[in-house]
């Protein structure tokens, strides 16, 4: 079996939806994504045997992450008003 490398991948500009759906394309079946703080910054920890991400696969994922926010924006209502019933409060 080979052996398992583990790295730090920062996380702007990359949505973990994204990652998590598409590591095992660009890593390896077994290679596997976990949100992750590294030295302050938000990101992900990659742990594969396969390959690293290559600088090119981080662009592509960031690509598809801009595309994957943008759907989901239209899609869900962002700031729009939600009523809110209030009761009336009784006097003691």
Request: charged fraction near 25%.
């Amino acid at each position: 079996m080979a052996a398992t490398n583990s790295y730090f991948v920062p996380g702007f500009g990359i949505s973990r939806a994204v990652i998590q759906s598409e590591i095992r394309y660009h890593c390896g079946p077994e290679a596997i994504v976990r949100p992750y703080t590294h030295q302050g910054r938000d990101g992900f920890l990659v742990t594969t045997s396969g390959p690293p991400l290559t600088k090119a696969q981080i662009e592509d994922l960031k690509k598809s992450s801009q595309e994957y926010e943008e759907r989901q924006s239209r899609e869900a209502f962002v700031n729009q008003p939600v009523p809110v019933i209030q009761g009336r409060r009784r006097s003691p």
